[in-house]
């Protein structure tokens, strides 16, 4: 069992490796210092990539190398429920609400499945916290009884999450969390990298804004549903040996995330594409249509006004409404996205003449929009697509 006491550990652990690298080969990168840790607080069974959505949190998840799978545990005594939450989820800086019952036991667990990974609470407290970072995951959570409140404080809104209801949630430094006593859930936490990855390859479809669940009702009675899908995920990935575990996190997080994007809940694709088309301006809809024309060619938002028939600053306007971006910046991700396209099929040779000729002027700028869109060097990724051929 991982508890609160194993935090210090880690932490000598961490302060020990980073000394003797320094001493020997100079300061290291961040990224290879990430994998030089995790190396050595994960099992031999598991792979650096499986944990890959969660390393840019510096510290927001606590491996605990049992078998090869995310522990977690059960506690009724407060200050043990503190102290195990604080060690599986730093990021968040817990404490109880005042007049918490001490009655049945708080059940925590998590289960990795590839680059995604999966987190159970029964009977939790009624608990608070507040964000002490931005994170760059999405979590979907699925509530089945109780209540779970997110106060998103850049937006200043709050999102009330209730029994038999599924919402995507983003965390960002200061949002705060608020847990009702006795409350139950399941949640999915995936990178937005990854996210973004497995849409476009999965949909075929540019991620051009954030991928946003509002509150939708599940059932989860359904056998072919998304909460069965990952209740089934936790099962079976829990009694697996470990040498097929994972191949099953694989194939698992596949299937959810196809579920998700295409008919389970089946109320969930027709929400999103609601929010993509329906009452969307037409002026903006054809300059949508006149870049995907012309992703090759040099483009200035007076060329997208002149075609959507209106001045620059009414499209800046229509864009920043609907897509949350401006019209350039729209651009930039069906380029992106045209490009990770020809690298993953393998019909791009050199970066360099892929960049230009999807006109970013500097590769190395492009390779770095790359890999901040898709978690992976462009090189890495069309090296990759060579090596399967």
């Known amino acids: 069992m991982c508890r609160s006491l194993l935090a210090p550990l880690f932490v000598g652990l961490g302060a020990a490796i980073a000394s003797v690298a320094v001493v020997l080969w100079g300061w290291p990168d961040v990224s290879s210092l990430l994998s030089v840790l995790l190396r050595n607080l994960v099992s031999p069974g598991m792979s650096v990539d499986d944990f890959r959505g969660s390393l840019a949190i510096l510290g927001g998840v606590v491996l605990c190398p049992e078998n090869g799978s995310m522990t977690g545990f059960q506690a009724t005594a407060n200050d043990a429920i503190l102290g195990d939450l604080q060690a599986l989820e730093p990021n968040w800086r817990w404490s109880l609400v005042s007049g918490a019952d001490e009655v049945r036991p708080f059940i925590y667990s998590g289960q990795p499945l590839q680059s995604a990974w999966l987190t159970r609470v029964r009977h939790s407290a009624g608990l608070q916290a507040v ?31 209730l029994p038999n209801h599924l919402a995507s949630v983003r965390t ?28 476009e390859d999965l949909t075929g479809t540019p991620y051009m804004q954030e991928f946003v669940l509002p509150l939708t009702h ?11 899908t990952l209740r089934q995920a936790q099962r079976d990935l829990a009694s697996s040996s470990e040498e097929v575990r994972s191949m099953l996190g694989k194939a698992y997080q ?21 929010s993509n088309s329906g009452d ?18 040099p483009l200035t938002i007076e060329d997208l006004a002149v075609f959507a028939g209106c001045s620059p600053r009414e499209l800046q ?73």
Request: charged content about 20%.
């Open 218 to 228: 599940y059932s989860n009675d359904s056998p072919q549903g998304l909460y069965q």
């Open 172 to 199: 960002a430094a200061g949002d705060r969390i608020s847990i009702q006593d006795q409350s139950s859930w399941l949640a999915l936490h995936i990178s937005e990298q990854d996210l973004r990855r497995s849409f």
């Open 131 to 161: 964000a002490r970072r931005d994170t760059p995951l999405v979590s979907f959570f699925f509530v089945l009884t109780g209540n779970i409140q997110i106060s998103d404080r850049r937006a200043r809104t709050l999102l009330s999450i």
């Open 317 to 389: 306007r229509l864009f920043l409404t609907n897509r949350g971006r401006t019209p350039m910046g729209v651009l930039c991700n069906y380029r992106l996205a045209a490009a990770h396209g020809a690298i993953k099929e393998g019909r791009v040779q050199s970066i360099t003449d892929l960049a230009l000729s999807l006109q970013f002027s500097n590769p190395g700028r492009f390779s770095a929009l790359y890999k901040a869109a898709y978690g992976l060097k462009p090189s890495l990724v069309l090296r990759f697509a060579h090596s399967e051929e």
């Open 280 to 297: 969307v301006p037409a002026r903006l809809l054809k300059a949508e249509a006149f870049m995907r024309a012309n992703l090759t060619a």
């Open 254 to 274: 596949q299937l959810a995330l196809v579920k998700l994007f295409s008919n389970a809940p089946r109320n969930l694709v027709a929400t999103y594409r609601q």
